[in-house]
C-alpha cells in the first residue's frame, strides 16, 4: 500500500507544530466549485466542511468567518455583532494578501496576517470537520475543538 504525500502548507505547519491529529485528503479541485464539490468528492456531508471566508469590514480591516459548507454568512448580523456598518467579502486578491492563500486553498491556520476568527457555533456540535489545508483541492479533518484551541475565535450565530 503507498502512502499518499501530503502538501506541506503553513497550514500543515501549524497543526504538526501543535501537535494536533488531523488526516489529509485531497481531491479533485473545480473552479468555483466550493464545498459541494468538496463534499462530494470525499464522500462527506457538506454541513461538515468548513470553509474559511476572508471578509472586511467597513474601514477595510480584515477578518475570517467560519461557516459550514451549506450555508451562507448574514452579514448584516455579523456586522450588528462586531459592531460595525457592514461587511462584506474581500476581493479574491485583497484575500490572497491578507491570507496568502489563493482563494479555493485559504485555511485559518498560518495565515500570512493575524486577523480576528468568527465561528459559527454550531460548527463545534459537529463530531469531525473538514477545513482547507492551505491548498486549493485539500482539506484536513479534525475535531472542531481545535478551531478553538489554535484559532481563539469568537463564536457566533449568522447562518443562513
Known amino acids: 500500500m503507498s502512502r499518499e504525500r501530503l502538501p506541506v502548507t503553513p497550514a500543515v505547519r501549524v497543526l504538526r507544530a501543535a501537535r494536533v491529529a488531523f488526516t489529509g485528503h485531497s481531491y479533485g479541485y473545480e473552479e468555483?466549485?466550493?464545498?459541494?464539490?468538496?463534499?462530494?468528492?470525499l464522500g462527506v456531508d457538506?454541513?461538515?466542511?468548513?470553509?474559511?471566508?476572508v471578509m472586511e469590514d467597513d474601514h477595510k480591516r480584515p477578518l475570517i468567518v467560519l461557516m459550514h459548507g451549506d450555508s451562507e454568512v448574514s452579514t448584516r448580523k455579523l456586522a450588528r455583532h462586531i459592531g460595525v456598518k457592514g461587511v462584506a467579502p474581500c476581493s479574491p486578491?485583497?484575500?490572497?494578501?491578507?491570507?496568502?492563500?489563493?482563494?479555493?486553498?485559504?485555511?485559518?491556520?498560518?495565515?500570512?496576517?493575524?486577523?480576528?476568527?468568527?465561528?459559527?457555533?454550531s460548527i463545534l456540535d459537529l463530531p469531525r470537520i473538514y477545513i482547507n489545508g492551505?491548498?486549493?483541492g485539500y482539506l484536513v479533518a479534525i475535531v472542531p475543538q481545535v478551531l478553538?484551541?489554535?484559532?481563539?475565535?469568537e463564536l457566533?450565530?449568522?447562518?443562513?
Open 148 to 153: 478553538v484551541e489554535l484559532l481563539k475565535p
Open 93 to 121: 486578491e485583497a484575500a490572497s494578501r491578507h491570507s496568502g492563500y489563493l482563494v479555493g486553498g485559504t485555511s485559518p491556520f498560518g495565515t500570512r496576517r493575524v486577523m480576528p476568527v468568527y465561528l459559527e457555533h
Open 46 to 53: 457538506e454541513h461538515a466542511v468548513i470553509k474559511t471566508l
Open 156 to 160: 457566533v450565530e449568522v447562518a443562513v
Open 134 to 136: 492551505g491548498k486549493r
Open 32 to 41: 468555483q466549485g466550493g464545498t459541494a464539490v468538496s463534499s462530494r468528492e
